[in-house]
């Protein structure tokens, strides 16, 4: 490791950020269902269904109004009546006195008495709540009352039922029965009369105020008048509400994992209404809202659900996904007119991502001949599930990359695994999205002496859209001898350094401290150099490795070479001993802080660098 402080001056620094997605795919799907309709749709078959909302743009429309619901109520209303003339004398109704409630009968007694030539009557005046949009269905009333004998003497007398309403701030007479008297007559005994009204009282308006008026006329005599026991109204009417669902269905494929369900549904409507949209959960098995629209009329308007979470919930066993498109249940109609309706469904599938760790892909390993080594490889799950993996140690034997599983039984050539229970294929079971498996193989090198060789790993999926994917090849040599030597320093820490100022020496130059040394029975080696950028990681800059230089001769900067991101030969053919390096270091203008790097001392047998 090198590493170098420098102190803080002024510096300009861009910085560019690249953000990296995963690939997602998107298949659509047209609605294959149209179920459930809660509304008065066309009775068009399913196919022409189908061809009416499967084409975006093309101006047609499937239409469903909506359904009507009827809610009928009844209110019964008894008032008293109020007596508007009175005369002297004031004969007793039949069944209670006149002004009070009467327990048995529930009624209200009322009386109005006019002298020879007047006129009198009673009035029973309603005030009903009742909404403007209702449908009048059905208005009665009852009334009983009866006319004093002394009343019948002349043919002239008159009397009648007269129903008023208020619905223009003025009352408004309509006489529904009527009598001229004649002695005796049967009209004038009590009796409850009951009229169907509703051909008068035909608006929720006029409904609202309705006044029965019992009315006598009196020729001959005085103190006559209509007595009056009750007066009853009954009003039916009905409020109507209007409202629609639609489900559709689409029947979807897909590989990989699942990320979104998205449905459009492309629609309008001819009255203002609001809609909602929601989608089924077959896990949980309910709905789940998914947006709503106030809708102006004849205006076209795109729906949306979108699912990112749990998306596998609103995915049928036999692959469908139900959604549904509902109005608001209002007295206000409409008609709902989709021209679209489209399923989407994203998802990605995974792939592995691998790597041999040992033996090393950038070098050739040289393996002392019946002696083993170490294969290790990880894999990665990316942008999506990856079933189960398994792996297999592979190695050339009939081409120049890796083809065939190394032998697992002992002693076989060029490589056996030499492990209790030997198997080239190792598994690292089921693999979820971003989990890794790390897997180790013990193999023994039997080949021939001299010889190269490719070893790689190749990982699978049970999944059969996952492509298999191999690890980079590390090149194996049979030696003869082994490969031996140690580093007799492990950093170099330049310490705090001035800009602008070239070959900085590494404090253990003058010491003598940079060396390697070839182990007794090592080959003979050569040895190679190189090194990364150094970084500082507070200010994210980078320093080219390009700055710092070596020696390995002399403790002189003028006589040193550059370090290079890739190898270059350092010694030669070097047998047992020790063999001395140096190393300086340029500071151009940078950012102030600490960088580090690594410096790589490569030993190989002598001549085999690739």
């Known amino acids: 490791m090198v590493r170098a402080l420098f102190p803080s001056f002024l510096f300009f620094l861009f910085i560019f950020q690249i ?129 004093t004998s002394r009343g019948h003497d002349s043919a002239a007398d008159y009397s009648a039922v007269i129903i008023g309403e208020n619905s223009t701030g003025v009352w408004q007479y ?122 102006s009329p004849n205006v076209y308007y795109a729906i949306w659900c979108n699912i990112t979470s749990n998306t596998a919930n609103f995915i049928s066993s036999d692959g469908k996904i139900r959604v549904r ?87 076989e050539k060029p490589f056996f695994i030499n492990e209790s229970q030997p198997s080239a294929t190792k598994s690292c079971g089921e693999l979820l999205e971003n989990q890794s498996c790390n897997l180790s193989w013990v193999i023994n090198a039997t080949g021939d002496i001299s010889t190269y060789w490719k070893i790689g790993v190749v990982f699978n999926s049970n999944f059969s859209y996952i492509q298999q994917n191999s690890t980079e090849n590390a090149t194996i040599y049979i030696s003869p001898c082994p490969i031996d030597f140690s580093l007799t320093w492990d950093s170099i820490d330049f310490g705090t350094l001035i800009p602008s100022t070239q070959g900085n020496p590494a404090p253990g130059n003058s010491k003598l401290l940079y060396n390697i040394t070839v182990k007794p029975g090592s080959c003979n080696l050569d040895f190679y150099i190189k090194g990364e950028d150094l970084y500082n990681p507070q200010t994210k800059t980078y320093l080219k490795i390009s700055n710092m230089t070596f020696s390995n001769t002399t403790n002189s900067y003028f006589s040193s070479y550059r370090i290079l991101n890739t190898y270059q030969l350092l010694f030669f053919n070097k047998s047992f001993g020790n063999y001395t390096t140096y190393y300086w270091i340029d500071i151009p203008p940078v950012y102030a802080g600490t960088y580090t790097s690594k410096i790589y001392i490569l030993g190989v047998m002598s001549g085999t660098f690739p």
Not at 383 to 397: E, P, R, S
């Open 174 to 295: 309509t006489t529904i029965d009527s009598r001229s008297g004649t002695a005796g007559s049967d009209w004038y005994t009590e009796a409850i009369r009951c009229y169907d009204i509703s051909s008068v009282i035909n608006t929720p308006q006029k409904a609202r105020f309705i006044r029965i008026s019992i009315y006598h006329k009196e020729e001959d005599d005085t103190n006559q008048g209509p007595y009056v026991d009750l007066a009853y109204v009954n009003i039916s009417y009905s409020t109507s509400f209007y409202g629609l669902s639609v489900e559709h269905n689409a029947t979807i494929s897909y590989i990989g994992t699942l990320r979104s369900v998205s449905v459009l549904i492309n629609f309008t409507s001819t009255s203002a209404k609001n809609f909602s949209m929601s989608i089924f959960d077959f896990v949980n098995l309910e709905w789940i809202a998914c947006q709503n629209i106030s809708a």
């Open 325 to 411: 498109l509902n109005t608001s249940i209002s007295n206000v109609s409409t008609t709902l007119k989709e021209e679209y309706v489209q399923f989407y469904v994203f998802y990605s599938v995974g792939y592995l991502e691998v790597k041999l760790i040992l033996p090393d892909t950038t070098t050739i390993t040289y393996i002392v001949q019946n002696h083993t080594f170490l294969v290790n490889a990880t894999v990665t799950c990316r942008n999506g599930d990856c079933g189960v993996v398994n792996a297999t140690v592979l190695y050339n034997l009939t081409s120049n990359y890796p083809d065939t599983p190394v032998n697992t039984t002992y002693g």
């Open 19 to 147: 953000s990296l997605a995963q690939e997602v795919l998107v298949s659509n799907f047209n609605q294959t269902q149209t179920i459930n309709i809660s509304g008065n749709a066309s009775t068009m078959d399913q196919a022409i269904i189908n061809l009416l909302l499967n084409v975006n743009g093309d101006g047609l429309t499937w239409d469903v109004s909506e359904k009507e619901e009827l809610n009928i109520t009844d209110i019964s209303f008894i008032k008293p009546f109020e007596a508007l003339r009175h005369g002297t004398d004031t004969p007793t109704p039949t069944t209670c006195s006149a002004g009070s409630l009467d327990s048995s009968d529930n009624v209200y007694c009322s009386e109005a008495t006019a002298d020879r030539g007047e006129v009198a009557f009673v009035n029973s005046t309603h005030s009903i709540d009742i909404p403007s949009y209702v449908a009048i269905r059905s208005v009665k009333i009852c009334v009983e009352f009866y006319i």
